[in-house]
């Protein structure tokens, strides 16, 4: 078995036994995107905390 479906089947199984199929998906979309960032942070390409404030502080001005 793959690395990738292993690590998939395990965590479905680490579920609780009502999980929906929905909320299969969502584990797995939310993993997806966590593995995503984790790869751009090591790349290099994250942005430094002073660089979000300023983006976040555009949204936060009422």
Known sequence: MSALKESVVN???G???NVTLDEI???IYFKTQIDA???ELDEGRGLSH???QKRMSRWLIA
Do not use: D, F, I, R
């Open 11 to 13: 965590m479905v199984k």
């Open 15 to 17: 579920l609780p036994e």
């Open 25 to 27: 998906m969502a584990e």
């Open 37 to 39: 960032g984790l790869k």
């Open 50 to 52: 002073e660089e979000v």
